[in-house]
């Protein structure tokens, strides 16, 4: 059997013309990148966006992107639900956004060749900055920025968010007028053919308009929309100076007014502009010569999958760490003498808790259990039979959705009913089968999240007339009603 290359070179990694021409070790690749592009063509959506050439913004979601996109989403609702549990724990949760602040700011730093230090960090969050250097004021500034997205909750995505963002990094101007005056100089080698690297200054208002109007109407799932936020604003640079950072903080802003707020301002985007800079400036180019942003978006799930993965070991160290102490006797023959020599060896240490961290054994990652009413899963060799063939006792299965059709009836739900929440809608999504009892544990479970907050969400969707609630024995159980 044939393999098909648009396939291939789409779903295993999604690649540019010249690394299909690598992967293969010839040039002659005409007839096989016509496959690839027929093949991402039934996958497209094309956006109303631009580049200075005229040439269409398209995203392409192929099974394998959006599956990866989906479980991405829910790993963001599982991360976010867990941060919110924190803040009923003060010393927990302050801890956490401590160590959190210091990767984000390390990165920073790292990237705009600043020398980093505890110190500054504990400074920066305790509001008590002393004497800095003007390089370290850069540091200061961007703690501004991260605590304004904690907050871009109540505020709303539009152009006045981007002029607050932009003024901490760019001099007010004796103007009405926030936006660069000037034209951007490229280094010479990013320059490709007769494309323009960034847009030019006279066009900076009209490419915004079309920016904001598209966000504020479009349906693309969100972390497509952050990640189309960052690329499109770095190719505006709308300030004279710092835009790509800007790009990024707007961006968290975006996540925070979508039910991500606890968990936004630690994305570790920032790693684009320092560890992944060769690689962004390269992709770049490539999705403002071909309008394939899908480029980008292979890169950024990678991104983002990298930094809740170290916000993840985060969380798990603050909460066990609590708990091994609990465990090994806060008693008053070891325990005060322990905790008190670890803290006295580094002073400045962000609540003593970097420190613990070098030494904490691995801890294993959480991970979602099972669905409460887990769908059949189908394995290549498997032989397809009815029900009647099967010899069970019931005459026939219940329907099943697609995970495409799950998507879209949960992007349904948070869209015509505001008062949901992401986990609510995710979990409704899909467990709402007529004639099925789903439990406030099921919740819980899929959720990951305390037995409260199932209880009190469970609740929710029942008062909302998305469940009927009943009581049977001792528990309450929630059946699916019909909704108009």
Not at 180 to 188: D, G, H, L, M, S
Request: proline content about 5%; aromatic content about 10%.
């Amino acid at each position: 059997m044939s393999i098909n290359q648009g396939e291939r070179f789409s779903n295993e990694r999604y690649l540019t013309r010249n690394q299909v021409s690598r992967a293969l070790g010839t040039t002659l690749i005409d007839d096989i990148w016509k496959e690839v592009l027929q093949y991402r063509n039934a996958f497209m959506t094309t956006l109303p966006l631009r580049t200075v050439e005229r040439n269409r913004i398209n995203v392409v979601l192929t099974p394998t992107i959006s599956d990866r996109i989906s479980q991405l989403d829910r790993r963001l609702t599982r991360i976010q639900a867990r941060i919110q549990e924190l803040t009923v724990n003060h010393v927990q949760f302050e801890a956490l956004n401590a160590l959190l602040y210091r990767d984000i700011l390390k990165t920073v730093a790292s990237g705009y060749d600043i020398t980093f230090n505890e110190g500054i960090v504990t400074q920066l969050i305790n509001d008590a900055v002393s004497v800095l250097s003007p390089r370290e004021m850069f540091l200061n500034d961007y703690y501004r920025g991260l605590e304004l997205v904690s907050n871009a909750q109540w505020l709303s995505f539009d152009e006045r968010l981007l002029g607050d963002v932009g003024r901490i990094f760019n001099a007010p101007s004796l103007s009405n007028y926030i936006y660069r005056t000037t034209e951007i100089k490229a280094p010479r080698q990013l320059v490709i053919g007769s494309l323009y690297p960034h847009v030019p200054v006279n066009q900076v208002t009209d490419f915004l308009a079309d920016f904001y109007k598209f966000m504020a109407s479009d349906s693309l799932p969100t972390i497509v929309q952050s990640a189309l936020t960052i690329f499109y604003l770095d190719y505006i640079k709308p300030f004279e100076a710092h835009s790509e950072i800007i790009a990024v903080l707007v961006a968290k802003s975006f996540l925070a007014q979508n039910e991500l707020s606890f968990i936004a301002p630690f994305i570790n985007f920032e790693l684009m502009n320092d560890k992944y800079k060769e690689n962004i400036e390269e992709i770049f180019q490539e999705v403002k010569k071909s309008g394939d942003l899908t480029y980008f978006i292979d890169l950024f799930i990678n991104v983002l999958n990298e930094s809740l993965q170290a916000v993840e070991n985060h969380i798990t160290f603050v909460t066990t760490s609590e708990l091994e102490a609990e465990i090994h006797g806060l008693d008053e023959e070891v325990a005060p003498v322990e905790v008190k020599e670890v803290i006295n060896e580094e002073p400045e240490d962000l609540f003593g808790y970097a420190k613990l961290e070098e030494k904490a054994k691995p801890l294993p990652i959480y991970t979602p259990k099972a669905s409460a009413t887990p769908l059949p899963q189908e394995t290549p060799t498997a032989t397809k039979v009815t029900v009647a063939e099967a010899g069970l006792g019931i005459s026939e299965l219940p329907p099943q959705l697609s995970e495409n059709e799950i998507l879209r009836l949960e992007r349904h739900l948070k869209e015509s009913d505001p008062s949901l929440s992401r986990a609510e809608a995710y979990f409704y999504a899909r467990h709402c089968t007529m004639g099925k009892y789903y439990t406030i544990n099921d919740f819980k479970e899929v959720i990951g999240c305390a037995y409260e907050t199932a209880r009190t969400s469970m609740d929710h969707l029942s008062n909302s007339g998305y469940y009927r609630k009943e009581k049977f024995k001792n528990k309450f159980i929630y059946t699916p009603t019909k909704k108009a």
